[in-house]
């Protein structure tokens, strides 16, 4: 019958050896009897010579994680002296490893939990993205990396969830004549906010193309050149009056070009000295006209179009039937 104690020392978190050796502890009859510890952060002598002796006292099986050559040397060499069976788990698969590749391990500890934190970060970010599409939460735009605004039909929403698969946290925001933008969106850092235009000719024909899969009449207003025209020239003012908003020329480009073209100015912007804090929009700076948009153009600043109280809703929207189309 098993039992006793297996010691798993790591120069890290241990998760990795203790998972692999509760993978193998099953095979084993009675392995419920067996305990399993875990010393983390393993990283010099004083802890090698600790552990082998901690093993040694208790009679216990050591199993080590060290990505470091020279603390598995340390822990091989103490455990012979000592008599302490040791198992090295992965020695011998970074030794084969690097024979494979031609090239030596970086021997960073600690660099699977980066990875997990990276993969959490990404779900974040693309609960956020849910969460904030189509102008649902106001209240979460200071919490954005980055803000999309624009017409119906303009991408946002795609463009959102293809950002947030990157870890950034993206919220956007329609833009409908008849209806105010959240006076949330102005304490946005403006940097952070990208207008997205259209041509309206091909704005027509996506918009009625949703007609149709929706069902919607044909003579609607949400497929109206006429009306389409004059929704893109007030949503053109309304960028011109935010000249710091970069503006962004969508048409015939792929979501992969366009989001690209988002990322790169994020990063020009924030990225060089770690930027500001996630969601820290409230630092804003002063305005500056003639701020260069995506185009390589430069916006000068007319006065800013009043602004009603209420906000909008998806339901109120021209040519929308409530929770169904999106941006």
């Not at 494979?100 to 699977?112: A, I, Q, R």
């Amino acid at each position: 019958m098993i039992g006793g104690t297996i010691l798993v020392a790591s120069d890290a978190t241990g998760e990795t050896g203790e998972k692999a050796v509760r993978a193998a502890l099953v095979q084993f009859f009675g392995y419920e009897k067996v305990r399993i510890e875990v010393l983390p952060h393993v990283r010099d002598e004083a802890a090698v010579r600790a552990v082998v002796a901690e093993a040694k006292k208790r009679s216990a099986l050591l199993v080590y994680t060290l990505v470091g050559s020279t603390l598995r040397a340390m822990v091989k060499r103490a455990a012979e002296e000592e008599d302490v069976r040791a198992v090295d788990l992965l020695g011998g698969l970074l030794l084969q490893m690097a024979m494979h590749f031609g090239e030596d391990p970086l021997y960073k500890p600690g660099l699977g939990h980066e990875l997990n934190a990276e993969y959490f970060k990404r779900i974040d970010a693309v609960e956020f993205a849910v969460n904030n599409d189509d102008g649902k939460e106001p209240r979460n735009l200071r919490k954005a990396d980055i803000v999309l605004v624009g017409v119906s039909r303009t991408s946002k929403t795609p463009l959102s969830q293809y950002i947030a698969h990157r870890g950034y946290r993206v919220a956007n925001v329609p833009l409908v004549r008849e209806i105010p933008l959240p006076r949330e969106l102005d304490l946005v850092d403006p940097r952070r906010v990208f207008g997205l235009m259209v041509d309206p000719s091909m704005l027509v024909e996506v918009r009625r193309t949703r007609m149709k899969h929706m069902g919607m009449e044909p003579n609607s207003e949400y497929g109206d050149p006429r009306r389409v025209r004059e929704e893109l020239e007030w949503c053109r003012a309304l960028f011109a009056a935010h000249p710091q908003w970069t503006l962004l020329e969508i048409s015939g480009k792929a979501i992969e070009e366009t989001a690209s073209l988002i990322l790169e100015r994020y990063r020009q912007r924030f990225a060089p000295n770690g930027g500001p804090p996630r969601g820290s929009n409230a630092a804003k700076p002063a305005p500056t006209p003639g701020v260069a948009t995506a185009r390589g153009k430069s916006a000068s600043k007319p006065a800013a179009p009043a602004r009603a109280a209420t906000r909008a809703t998806p339901a109120s929207r021209p040519g929308r039937k409530p929770g169904k189309a999106k941006g």
